[in-house]
């Protein structure tokens, strides 16, 4: 099942206070960069994060998840109404990758 536009809006505009969001759309999903950096992405429309540390520090119940067949797990977030959250969220994974 491909994921929608309408939830990658919804989204994106709950990643609007941050500057350097962008996606690129990849065989009917969506991989989610911060400041060219991959962090995320939104699979059958489920928005997913990377494993980091902080990831499972700031989520310790989630899940991991397969985005689709053959891919790494990711963390399912569930929490994707909290603005400030998923901000602070992104923020966090994007320091652990970029170390």
Known sequence: MASGRDYLD????????LDGITYRAMMGEYIIYYKGTIVGGIYDDRFLVKPTEAAKTMMPDAGLVLPYEGAKKMILVDDVENRTFLS???EAVYKDISR
């Open 10 to 17: 919804y989204i994106l505009e709950q990643l609007s206070g």
């Open 88 to 90: 602070d969220l992104i």
